[in-house]
């Protein structure tokens, strides 16, 4: 693997890019006054806000446009409000369930002993991008189901608009210095701060002074969010809109769906050899990530997603 590459952090930093100093934070807000200190809205909850922001309003130009479905949209405006609430849940639930579930009970569970309300501590990081698209699938389902309406071209719809939010949460990931990648020699690799500064999240970043900390022992390293960023995010948006705008993708139900968790599981397996894997985890081949075994079932999905849709009309299911 790239990790048995390592070399002396010299070598490995030599013509490597300075990470930029940007601020975790986009703004900081100050209440002491009120004893209540300051608050601190980070690049990271607004990647979520703006990706599901935008998610909403690329859907709604989409039902805006029967044509694009066939002759009916799946669902009107004010269901696509409604079921935005349930997939936001399906978000947060989701991504917290699944890391707890994927990373924690089988590599952290003596934290989770001692410290039980670490599952409810969202804010100090942990969130699976599987569980939560796990989370939006059960709300999906069980909002059709409940609304009688047709499940697969809703679910066409959520892949077509959450690579928006997987793109730019990538780049709040970046800007978090957090999520980097494997040791590089390459003359795009980047020194990613990776001081400890007690209490603070990202860890390498001082809110005191407003500056990232370096311990001195940093090596180049890939800009791997970035890399996921584009292969998880701006390439499958990008691909699955030319096919709906320009193909008529959309009255192909399920197609879309299939091709976004297709392309997803395509760019994350590529990106895990160049991403840094999560300490904690252990006991895999050296050749396998917890992030490729989670795809699995998205190649599997995807796959038979786009079987049934490219299936001849007159086999398909209604």
């Known amino acids: 693997m790239l990790e048995t590459m390592m070399l002396s952090g010299a070598h490995l930093a030599a013509g490597a890019l300075s990470f930029p100093e940007i601020s975790p934070a986009a703004f900081t807000i100050d209440f002491g006054f009120l004893g209540l200190g300051k608050f601190h809205l980070r690049w ?17 130009a989409m039902i805006r446009r029967p044509a694009l479905f066939g002759g009916n949209s799946p669902l009107d405006k004010e269901q696509l409000d409604d079921i935005m609430f349930w997939i936001i849940l399906g978000i947060i639930l989701g991504g917290r369930i699944g890391y707890i579930l994927f990373y924690m009970v089988p590599y952290q569970f003596d934290v989770l002993v001692s410290d039980p309300m670490t599952i409810l501590r969202i804010w100090d990081g942990g969130m699976s991008f599987h569980g939560g698209i796990s989370g939006v699938a059960i709300a999906i389902v069980t909002f059709a189901m409940r609304h009688k309406l047709r499940l697969l071209s809703l679910g066409d ?3 077509v608009v959450a ?5 730019l949460v990538r780049i709040a990931n970046f800007i978090n210095a957090e999520l980097y990648g494997r040791h590089t020699t390459s003359p795009w690799g980047m020194v990613f701060p990776e001081g400890i500064v007690p209490g603070s999240t990202p860890p390498a970043y001082n809110w005191d002074t407003g500056t990232w ?3 001195g022992l940093e090596t180049a390293r890939f800009p791997s969010q970035l890399y996921e960023s584009a292969l998880e995010g701006w390439v499958p948006l990008i691909v699955l809109s030319i096919l709906i705008w320009k ?3 959309m009255k192909r139900p399920g197609l879309v769906a299939g091709l976004f968790l297709l392309m997803y599981a395509a760019g994350r397996t590529i990106v895990e050899n ?3 894997p999560d300490s904690f985890v252990h006991g895999l081949p ?3 990530t917890m992030g490729q075994i989670l795809s699995i079932p998205m190649w599997m999905g995807g796959a038979w997603l786009v079987w049934h849709a490219l299936k001849p009309k007159g086999q398909a299911a209604a």
């Open 44 to 60: 990271y909850a607004l990647g979520y806000m703006a990706g599901i922001g935008l998610a909403w309003w690329y859907a709604n």
């Open 157 to 159: 719809i959520a892949g």
């Open 163 to 167: 690579p928006i939010g997987i793109g």
């Open 213 to 215: 900390v370096y311990n």
């Open 247 to 249: 193909f008529g993708a």
């Open 274 to 276: 160049f991403r840094m």
């Open 286 to 288: 050296e050749w396998l």
